[in-house]
């Protein structure tokens, strides 16, 4: 079966420090993965996709990256943390070749930006 | 702009009946899904709707109308590991998927 990781649980970091939070798929191959972010109270927000090694698509303009060096990993990366990154950050993953597939998400990273 | 709305808040009793209403402004439809978030955790999948119609699945039924722009999640039976958020979410015509804010759903004994 599949399982989804991601590390750090929860993370409180200073304004302007860097960020990396790590996502990994276990139990399939060439997956979608996603990274979304949900604030309180707020719909998840589509941060960045990926169909592939390498190839990564941006939804919204900010301070965050992200990178795909393997098949199954996954990176949110920032240089420099803004008050407004801290929230709910979600990593999910489905099946490839269609975005009909249902998505299915990682435990979370809760980021507090101080 | 693409739309998705739900109540924020509604409350249940233990064995009853609840439906949790969506409603959805999109560009292009492709499905629509339902899922379940407890607090502090990630959502969780429960059903998933392209044709019109209800799908039943246990406890929970999922409906859709799509010239009505609308979906319902039906819960039976209530049980206090019901409360929840319960997220809807639609798929549009470029395979993105559009989230609504959430219905926090609050059972009680």
């Known amino acids: 079966s599949q399982t989804i990781h991601q590390w750090p649980a929860t993370l409180v970091q200073p304004v302007g420090s860097p960020l990396s939070l790590e996502c990994t798929v276990e139990?399939?191959?060439?997956?979608?993965l996603y990274w979304y972010r949900q604030a309180a109270g707020r719909g998840l927000q589509l941060l960045f996709y990926?169909?592939?090694?390498?190839?990564i698509s941006s939804e919204v303009p900010q301070n965050l990256s992200a990178s795909r060096p393997q098949d199954r990993q996954f990176i949110l990366s920032s240089k420099k943390l803004l008050l407004s990154d801290s929230g709910f950050y979600l990593c999910?993953?489905?099946?490839?070749?269609?975005?009909?597939?249902?998505?299915?998400f990682g435990p979370g990273t809760r980021l507090l930006v101080l | 702009g693409q739309n998705i709305d739900q109540p924020t808040e509604m409350t249940a009793t233990e064995g009853a009946i609840v439906q949790i209403n969506c409603t959805y402004q999109?560009?292009?439809?492709?499905?629509l899904f339902w899922y379940q978030q407890h607090a502090g955790e990630a959502p969780t999948f429960l059903s998933y709707?392209?044709l019109d119609g209800l799908e039943e699945k246990g406890r929970f039924s999922s409906f859709l109308s799509r010239s009505k722009g609308y979906s319902y999640l039906l819960l039976k039976e209530l049980q206090m590991k019901d409360s929840a958020s319960y997220l809807c979410?639609?798929?549009?015509?470029?395979?993105?998927?559009?989230w609504g804010a959430g219905t926090k759903l609050i059972i009680k004994p």
């Open positions: 999910a993953w489905s099946t490839s070749g269609s975005f009909h597939e249902t998505q299915y």
């Open positions: 990926s169909v592939g090694i390498g190839q």
């Open positions: 979410a639609v798929l549009d015509s470029n395979y993105q998927l559009i």
């Open positions: 139990g399939t191959s060439n997956p979608n």
């Open positions: 999109t560009s292009g439809f492709n499905g």
């Open positions: 709707n392209v």
